[in-house]
Nanobody, 126 residues
Framework: QVQLVESGGGSVQAGGSLTLSCVGS????????MAWFRQAPGKEREGVAT???????YYADSVEGRFNITRDNAKNTLYLQMDTLKPEDSAMYYC????????????????????WGRGTQVTVSS
C-alpha cells in the first residue's frame, strides 16, 4: 500500500540549513503531486511547500525564498531544502501525497492530501 517515509530531520542553529527527504512506495510516484507540511506543539498543521504532478511549485509565505521543494521521480523521492532556518521553523515535518492524480495546480490545501508519512523532527535553536 501507499507508504511515505521521511528522513533528514535534526537539530541546527538559526541560520543553518537542512535537507529533508521522503521516499514513496506503493504507487506510481510521478502521477501525484506531493507536499511538505509541518506541525509544532500546540499549533495546527500548516502547509510548507508543494510540487505538482506537472512540476509547479508553491510555498507558504513564511518560507518563500528560504525553502526549495524538488522531486526525483526516478528515485520516488521528494526533497525539501531548507536554508536560513529560523527557530519558528521548528516542527515535525510531514511528507504528503495528493489523493487524486489529475490536478495541475500546486496547492497546500490540506484536504487535497490523502497519504502521510510519520514525520521527521526539525529543531532550530537560537
Amino acid at each position: 500500500q501507499v507508504q511515505l517515509v521521511e528522513s533528514g530531520g535534526g537539530s541546527v542553529q538559526a541560520g543553518g540549513s537542512l535537507t529533508l527527504s521522503c521516499v514513496g512506495s506503493g504507487y506510481i510516484y510521478e502521477d501525484y503531486g506531493m507536499a511538505w507540511f509541518r506541525q509544532a506543539p500546540g499549533k495546527e498543521r500548516e502547509g510548507v511547500a508543494t510540487i505538482s504532478r506537472g512540476g509547479v511549485t508553491y510555498y507558504a509565505d513564511s518560507v518563500e525564498g528560504r525553502f526549495n521543494i524538488t522531486r526525483d521521480n526516478a528515485k520516488n523521492t521528494l526533497y525539501l531544502q531548507m536554508d536560513t532556518l529560523k527557530p519558528e521553523d521548528s516542527a515535525m515535518y510531514y511528507c504528503a501525497r495528493r489523493g487524486e492524480k489529475y490536478g495541475l495546480a500546486a496547492s497546500l490545501a490540506i484536504g487535497l492530501y490523502k497519504y502521510w508519512g510519520r514525520g521527521t523532527q526539525v529543531t532550530v535553536s537560537s
